[in-house]
């Protein structure tokens, strides 16, 4: 959920996420980490004093923050349902760093497996009622420190270096930033649920 500005992608929930419009919320959707490495990723963003540590959770963007109005909700719900269900789950590997530097300041954790599994679902989720335009090819990571000094950058560039995790991507989320522009979990959407998959 990241927003769409990193270079070659997108980077992290709220820094850059649209200001609200009257009546209008803004949503994102991605692959949680699960824990443990989700909780370890976010305890390192808060020890490196990242501005937005606290209000984003550790994840994959599929879909950066987007603006739409709450009656757009269900038809959003379906989309996505039906957007899960079309699509196996899939290892994802998280392995080593790398950085948006110099266009942005940015540190990340690179996935080494599970790309192409990212790529359609991001690709199968922006269309329909969530079609956007991508102001850069996507790039499928996990955000590990932005907008913070060089110096604090480089650190967790090489704390990271050797960082290795795998999960299955069984399910992705959507998630809605609240009035503390904090983002909350709404609803999770199983992966592989269409039965002409089965076999």
Same mark, same amino acid.
């Given at each position: 959920? /990241?927003? /769409?500005?990193?270079?070659?992608? /997108? ?6 996420? !649209? ?6 919320? &803004? %949503? ?6 699960? /824990?443990?490495? =989700? ?16 209000? %984003? ?5 599929? @879909? ?48 080494? *497996?599970? %790309?192409? =599994?990212? *790529? &359609?679902? *991001?690709?199968? %989720? ?13 790039? !499928? ?11 604090? @950058? ?13 999960? *299955?991507?069984?399910?992705? &989320? @959507? ?20 039965? &002409? @998959?089965? =076999?």
């Amino acid at each position: 959920m /990241d927003p /769409d500005l990193h270079g070659a992608s /997108d980077a992290t929930l709220t820094a850059m996420a !649209p200001v609200h419009e009257p009546g209008s919320v &803004t %949503i994102g959707v991605a692959l949680a980490i699960p /824990d443990p490495a =989700g909780a370890h990723i976010k305890q390192a963003r808060e020890g490196y004093d990242d501005p937005q540590a606290r209000a %984003i959770p550790t994840h994959i963007t599929l @879909l950066p923050p987007a603006m739409v109005s709450p009656t757009m909700l269900d038809g959003i719900d379906l989309h996505l349902r039906a957007a899960a269900s079309r699509v196996r789950p899939f290892t994802v590997s998280l392995r080593g760093t790398g950085t948006f530097r110099p266009v942005s300041p940015v540190v990340f954790l690179a996935v080494s *497996e599970g %790309i192409a =599994g990212c *790529e &359609t679902l *991001e690709r199968t %989720i922006r269309s329909g009622p969530l079609l956007r335009r991508r102001n850069f090819p996507y790039h !499928p990571h996990v955000t590990l420190v932005h907008a913070v000094p060089d110096a604090v @950058l480089d650190r967790a560039y090489r704390e990271f270096a050797d960082y290795r995790f795998s999960f *299955e991507a069984t399910a992705f &989320t @959507l998630y809605q930033q609240d009035e503390q522009r904090v983002w909350q979990a709404v609803r999770t959407y199983p992966l592989g649920t269409d039965p &002409t @998959l089965r =076999g």
